[in-house]
């Protein structure tokens, strides 16, 4: 099948959305299918096989980025061009996880399967209104809405009106491939974190949790040269604090493997990466998580409810509220609980083999006819 993937994000760049579009085109192409892959222009000159650490990669079609247009313009302009473009390449089917992308793409009748990562609050008021009120997620064109977790798909079903026979959970994925090794006593623990450095995703706690708990070493990954610069200056007195740069997906697996802990200590509320606007904690599906999964480590997180939909307390990790001192009193007790702690390792390890990216592209076409 020939698919054409409609992005309207940098490619690469730092933005998990990012790594996941061009993972799952990999997927899709593992499975035999043509994938082209549209996207902005913006001036970038890494080898997206290279940064991403991918054996198969995309057509990829670079379209102008309008620099001298204003922000909101710019993003119409290309949602239109690329819609043009695709349309070229006489594609079976269109994939976008972009509104007004959607909109234009229905105009011209043509087939879509539409990727759904949160409410409406994100999108601007002419989107919102449209499909609020305009039904256009029923569209017979849309062949398949992919929501990202339950909440989405609940939101879809009640807010919106949309056919649930019409919505498949897709979850986030996967690919990286680190050999199991069970959690042995040891002076230190290496606890890591590795993702955006938003007050939401809760760095600052991590900090924190360094300063009180001196018998393991705290390592963070993510931000860029100004934040991580900024952080050493005000913790110069934080000697078992590692704090790094964002690392391209490639570098992933050698670094989370030095580790033994993972740590995801996100807040109730947390804001989308790109435009930092909105309240996704209910809806949110991190790739972390997945890549936490897939490494075989000892995860703790905070317990937002929509992690349930993945992981289990007790079972693949340990779930605890965004309380101090509780994380501390599991931290400071690892070499004590490494029975059931390499339980929780092995079982995280063995989900993980669900959740590959492989198995997304292949539930993102199946039942489709072409």
Known sequence: MRICYLFNSSVPSHNPSSLQVIKTCEGLIQLKHKVYLITPNTGLKYNIKNYYDLIFSPKRIKLRYFKKFPKGLNYYLFSFFSVIRGISLKPDVFVTRNLFTLIILLLFNKKVI?????????????????????????????????AITNAVKYFLARELKINKKKIKIIPSASSLQVKFSKLKKKKNYNIGYFGSLEKSKGYKFIINLSKIDKNNNYYVYGGDKRIISNLKKTNVQNKNLYLHQYIPYKKLKQRISKMDVLIMPSNKKILRSTGGVGNIAKYTSPLKLFDYLSAGKFIIVSDLKVFNEIIKNKKHCIVISLNQTKWIKVLKNIKNNLKKINILKKNAFMLSKKYTYKNRARQLVDGLKY
């Open 114 to 146: 539409v990727e759904l990562h949160h409410d409406l609050s994100n999108e601007g008021r002419f989107v919102n209104f449209a499909f609020t009120y305009f039904n256009i997620l029923n569209s017979k064109n849309i062949i398949k809405i992919v």
